[in-house]
């Protein structure tokens, strides 16, 4: 706990020489020179241009990897999962391994989300829970084992405790 708290008085420090650089920098007394505003406008768009180009970047490096919802099998198994605050409840809560499983999400009350974890903790895929629009979550789950389920959507002072598990059999 010590060392968490010299971190902290650490990142308050730093916080108050940026404050007072930038207090500083922007008081009227401190503009001697006048204000070069054609070349602010230069970096501007060069900073833009940066910015475009790494945010195109971070998409193309990743959008083929994004899990979108597997296509139907016509073997899956359905489960249908209620969440209300704070909890979930499942028509059927033991999965087969390796058979694609349809979790048909829907919420009581509020958004949730349902958020799977591997029996090593690793997450796993997650959807939205919302009242009134029932969502889908496709995936295959070859590891058998115990999963975890959380809710990913911040619901309420029970949020942290809405965690359940299932179980996944060969
Ligand atoms: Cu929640």
């Not at 974890?117 to 959807?127: I, L, M, N, R």
């Not at 999963?147 to 942290?160: D, N, P, Q, S």
């Amino acid at each position: 706990m010590v060392v968490f708290n010299l971190i902290y008085v650490g990142l308050c420090a730093i916080g108050l020489v940026i404050f007072a650089v930038i207090f500083r920098s922007t008081r009227a007394s401190q503009r001697e020179r006048p204000l070069d505003i054609a070349g602010w406008k230069r970096r501007e768009n060069v900073w833009f241009a940066v910015v475009c180009v790494a945010l195109a970047g971070a998409l193309a490096a990743t959008i083929v990897k994004t899990p979108w919802n597997a296509a139907a099998q016509a073997d899956r198994q359905v489960i249908d999962v209620v969440a209300a605050q704070y909890g979930f409840t499942f028509s059927d809560a033991t999965i087969e391994a390796g058979r694609q499983v349809e979790f048909r999400l829907t919420a009581n009350d509020v958004n949730h989300a349902f958020a799977i974890y591997d029996p090593d903790g690793t997450f796993v895929t997650q959807a939205q829970m919302m009242p009134g629009w029932p969502s889908s979550l496709r995936v295959t789950l070859d590891e058998p084992g115990t999963y975890a389920v959380r809710c990913f959507e911040y619901c309420g002072v029970g949020h942290h405790q809405m965690v359940t598990t299932f179980e996944v059999v060969p």
